[in-house]
């Protein structure tokens, strides 16, 4: 059974930083790709950011780039949000999720954390 434990959202001021984790069951993914979604109260679920299980690519939605960044220790099996420069309308639930192999980048795959509540105030 494949599971995705978050952590590390919270409260955090304008222009803060918060890194999220999220912590993969053990099983061997190996060319699975990961990535972070986020839904904001009253919206759908969006694409912030997606790695591939070397870490040698990723792939960042607009409003994130420049700002966010994705990355993985596999020996750890986690994967990481860092997020810098943090916005009002970047509060939001954040979701880790696993991708199989052939997965666009923008698309969801099939497993999903249980959310991680970020919460940015001005």
């Known amino acids: 059974q494949v599971q995705l434990i978050e952590s590390g959202g919270g409260l955090v001021q304008l222009g803060g930083s918060l890194t999220l984790s999220c912590s993969v069951s053990a099983r061997t993914f190996e060319n699975y790709l990961m990535a972070w979604f986020r839904q904001a109260p009253g919206k759908g679920r969006e694409f912030v950011a997606t790695?591939?299980?070397?870490?040698?690519?990723?792939w960042y939605n607009d409003p994130v780039r420049g700002r966010f960044t994705i990355s993985k220790d596999n020996a750890k099996n986690t994967l990481y949000l860092q997020m810098n420069n943090l916005k009002p309308e970047d509060t939001a639930v954040y979701y880790c999720?696993?991708?199989?192999?052939?997965?666009?980048?923008?698309?969801?795959?099939?497993?999903w954390g249980q959310g991680a509540q970020v919460t940015v105030s001005s």
């Open positions: 790695i591939t299980w070397s870490g040698n690519t990723t």
């Open positions: 999720n696993l991708k199989n192999p052939g997965t666009m980048y923008f698309a969801p795959g099939d497993y």
